[in-house]
Nanobody, 120 residues
Framework: QIRLVESGGGLVQPGGSLRLSCVASGSIFRINTMGWYRQAPGKQRDLVATVTRLGSTNYADSVKGRFAISRDNAKNTVYLQMNSLEPEDTAVYYC??????????????WGQGTQVTVSS
């Protein structure tokens, strides 16, 4: 079973930056797509960004040009560099990993979430 641990959230002023990290551990055979989602109070969980194993990225329109997702396959880690943060970016950010087990089964795992608050 795969376990995800996020870090890097916190309180930042508008225009500031934060870097989120998510480390996958446990029984890992192959990690496919890794990504970040976020959920603001009273709203649904939305895609922020994803990155495939080969490095192809996808971003929500609202974060294009401000956020950058990357991964280190050797460390089973995905990062989210967030720049020019806005109050609208305030949310709980969740790491998501799509994995394939040794038996060939696909599974989607979620982290526990990390709070990002953008406020002056």
């Amino acid at each position: 079973q795969i376990r995800l641990v996020e870090s890097g959230g916190g309180l930042v002023q508008p225009g500031g930056s934060l870097r989120l990290s998510c480390v996958a551990s446990g029984s890992i055979f192959r990690i496919n797509t890794m990504g970040w989602y976020r959920q603001a109070p009273g709203k649904q969980r939305d895609l922020v960004a994803t990155v495939t194993r080969l490095g192809s990225t996808n971003y929500a329109d609202s974060v294009k040009g401000r956020f950058a997702i990357s991964r280190d396959n050797a460390k089973n880690t995905v990062y989210l560099q967030m720049n020019s943060l806005e109050p609208e970016d305030t949310a709980v950010y969740y790491c998501n990993v799509d994995e394939t087990s040794r038996e060939g089964l696909r599974n989607s795992a979620w982290g526990q979430g990390t709070q990002v608050t953008v406020s002056s």
